[in-house]
């Protein structure tokens, strides 16, 4: 599996939305899914799914899906 | 009128109140409340729905301060379930947010506070409200249960003094709402500090959110409160490396925090010269009932504590008699003044007065041991706390039924489990989303598992001691 369906994966689990809503309006409350609870359950899934820890101001800025894309790069994953 | 609940002490020091949009002295706070209370009637009941901001909380002060009778709901409400509240408790007046989705037949608009509009309603029928009712919270707020606790002002006040005593707030405290407001333990933290003239950050941000961390810095915010999935999102976000040199106080309430976690947060509380304060209490009692002091957390891992100052705490056996030998299981019993008239079910019983006469059944199982500290065993009645707030097992199964859905409603703490017989022709997901959406339940937080059919006990009732052996 590529990075992208790996990522990609992530969020159509954590947020049970569908692959045409992965893009830059997917943000932090835009969909009920994606709350608190369904934030922290994203991260755990990125973090098991690339094998890394992610900083705690990382995961407070990870805001939407495009911004995680570059937060990532930071952990050498490129999507 | 009432003396309300906001200390003196606020408006000599330089405490103040903020939220997104302004910040007030406690003086300029007293001038808004007293313009509001003259604009509400004493002794009517209304419905709050809001978040932690000014308006919401100068609306609650005005009602205390003039003897309206507020029920406090949350923004999130799901509308089914306040319009089902509407019907039963028929308020006067109902305060909420624009845009919030509610029946407002027969309801016209009387006048705004921010982003905040106060509807009268015409054809409430005139309700007998008892003297001593000042305050309404919900049981289980998000299944939209109409069983409602009764609060007094004394109540209120008593169980604030509790709090500033045993965690020793000051008006120099600044403390941040993590909580929502219509929750008793967010509200006690509100009332505590106002008691105390402390500042407070009324914030609506999650631990999760950035804003919330700028707010710490920003604010030099010295305390904040949390259930046990706070803690579990505080742990994610490496609690150890955050760096928060103002706060000085922790507490967590709302839940049971497993053991190795309450370890793990008092070894990092203690790095960083923080007080950490694991509490227990229930809506039933104001809010607070039991904390356990830092210095003991070590010794008595686990442990709910003591009784607050001014309470006391026993355990029953199921004939009602006082269990004086230690670690053993029985029923956790509280006596305090901060102990609610009692229970509301239909809005006749606004006009009971104190049935509870300062005595609490928790419905709680729990031990004391040889040293007095309480230790909690199980419950005795059908309920899980999700992120904190109480979810009623045979609620969800009513709601559940009402969506056409046969199941029984089981699980632990922070985990909903709907076994559900395989002969129904949906697919379980819809349950799932139907449930949280009713809930107002993040969907990771329910789990759907089919059976070929119900484990039943011979008189015909599911069998959750068979459904709790396969969670």
Same mark, same amino acid.
């Given at each position: ?79 | ?17 903020? /939220? ?10 007293? *001038? ?85 509009? =106060? ?105 904040? @409160? ?42 990092? =509380?203690? *790095? ?23 210095? /003991? ?42 102990? @609610?008239?009692?229970?509301?079910? =239909? ?66 703490? /922070? ?6 017989? *395989? ?10 989303? /139907? ?30 001691? =068979? ?5």
């Amino acid at each position: 599996m590529s990075n992208k369906e790996k990522y990609d994966n992530v969020f159509l689990e954590s947020f049970s939305v569908s692959s045409d809503m992965l893009n830059e309006s997917l943000v932090y409350q835009s969909v009920p899914a994606w709350d608190s609870v369904g934030h922290m359950g994203m991260i755990a899934g990125l973090e098991e799914a690339f094998d890394i820890m992610m900083e705690t101001d990382d995961i407070i800025e990870f805001s939407s899906y495009t911004v995680g894309i570059e937060k990532l790069k930071k952990y050498g994953i490129e999507i | 009128m009432t003396t309300g609940i906001v200390g003196d002490l606020g408006a000599d020091r330089s405490s103040i109140i903020v /939220d997104g949009l302004s910040t007030l002295s406690y003086h300029q706070l007293e *001038e808004q409340v007293e313009s509001l209370a003259g604009k509400l009637p004493q002794r009517e009941l209304l419905f709050l729905i809001g978040s932690n901001d000014i308006p919401f909380l100068t609306c609650y002060l005005a009602s205390l301060k003039c003897g309206a009778v507020p029920l406090l709901l949350g923004q999130g409400l799901a509308s089914e379930h306040l319009d089902r509240l509407i019907q039963t408790y028929d308020p006067r007046f109902v305060f909420l947010s624009d845009g919030a989705s509610w029946n407002r037949d027969g309801s016209k608009e009387e006048w705004r506070l921010g982003e905040y509009a =106060c509807y009268r309603r015409e054809r409430a029928a005139p309700k007998v409200l008892h003297e001593d009712l000042a305050l309404l919270l919900a049981t289980s707020g998000s299944t939209g249960s109409p069983k409602l606790v009764r609060l007094s002002l004394r109540n209120i006040i008593s169980n604030a003094e509790s709090i500033i005593q045993y965690l020793g707030i000051t008006a120099d405290e600044r403390a941040i709402t993590s909580l929502p407001f219509n929750y008793s333990y967010g509200l006690s933290v509100i009332n505590s500090h106002l008691r105390a003239g402390a500042s407070l950050i009324l914030s609506n941000s999650t631990l999760m959110e950035k804003d919330f961390w700028q707010q710490i810095g920003n604010h030099r915010i010295t305390s904040f @409160s949390g259930v046990p999935y706070s803690y579990d999102i505080l742990l994610k976000l490496r609690f150890g490396q955050i760096d928060m040199p103002s706060v000085k106080t922790l507490t967590q309430a709302g839940g049971r925090l497993d053991q190795n976690k309450m370890k793990q947060i008092h070894a990092i =509380c203690r *790095e960083k010269k923080i007080r950490f304060f694991p509490m227990y209490g229930q809506t039933e009692a104001t809010a607070r009932i039991a904390f356990l002091a830092p210095q /003991d957390i070590e010794a008595k891992l686990g442990s709910i504590g003591k009784a607050i100052p001014g309470g006391q705490l026993w355990i029953e056996d199921q004939n009602g008699q006082r269990i004086e030998t230690p670690n053993i299981t029985g029923e956790l019993v509280y006596a305090g003044s901060n102990v @609610s008239l009692g229970y509301a079910e =239909c809005s006749a019983d606004l006009a009971l007065g104190d049935v509870n006469h300062g005595v609490l059944h928790t419905g709680d199982l729990a031990r004391m041991d040889a040293e007095g500290y309480f230790f909690l065993e199980g419950r005795r009645h059908r309920f899980l706390k999700i992120f904190g707030v109480r979810v009623s097992l045979d609620a969800v199964e009513e709601i559940a039924e009402s969506k056409g859905w046969k199941c029984a409603a089981h699980g632990v703490d /922070d985990m909903l489990v709907l076994f559900v017989a *395989e002969s129904q022709n949906r697919h379980p997901n819809t349950l799932k989303a /139907d449930l949280a959406e009713s809930l107002s339940v993040h969907p990771s937080a329910i789990k759907v598992r089919l059976m070929s059919e119900l484990p039943r006990l011979k008189t015909g009732k599911v069998d959750y001691q =068979c459904l709790s052996r396969m969670l």
